[in-house]
């Protein structure tokens, strides 16, 4: 299972970013939950959002991030991405993003944006947000 994402750099405040997170070495049809994680120096690593495809492909949004951000997943390119609006600096961040297979009647927002929830990761991506 390999993760790999793009589209990260630099923005300025009240700009955008698209995020791309293309999967290969698994079936998309066998992922139950995509999300999109972030981690600030010195922070830890917060959910932002995440589609739960067990529950027809609910998203599932931080409030930092509601109405800012939104999660969309291609299966045809076995691809999710994270488009990205209205930017803080405070969005300013290593971006992340994680899959698991494993189905989990847990839901809701808290559930779904926990780390220890996704089993694969990909290596991170950095989102620089200037003033």
């Known amino acids: 299972v390999q993760l790999v994402e793009s589209g990260g750099g630099l923005a300025q405040a009240g700009g955008s970013l698209r995020l791309s997170c293309t999967g290969s070495?698994?079936?998309?049809?066998?992922?139950?939950?995509f999300a999109w994680f972030r981690q600030a120096p010195g922070k830890a690593r917060e959910g932002t959002s995440s589609?739960?495809?067990?529950?027809?492909?609910?998203?599932y949004y931080d409030d930092s991030v509601r109405g800012r951000f939104a999660i969309s997943a291609d299966e045809a390119k076995s691809t999710v991405y994270l488009e990205m609006n209205t930017l803080k600096p405070d969005d300013t961040a290593v971006y992340f993003c994680?899959?698991?297979?494993?189905?989990?009647?847990?839901?809701?927002?808290?559930?779904?944006?926990?780390?220890?929830?996704?089993?694969?990761w990909g290596q991170g991506v950095q989102v620089t947000v200037s003033s």
């Open positions: 589609i739960n495809f067990h529950e027809g492909g609910r998203r």
């Open positions: 070495g698994f079936s998309f049809d066998d992922v139950n939950s």
């Open positions: 994680a899959i698991t297979f494993t189905v989990n009647i847990t839901v809701g927002r808290e559930a779904m944006l926990q780390p220890e929830r996704y089993h694969h």
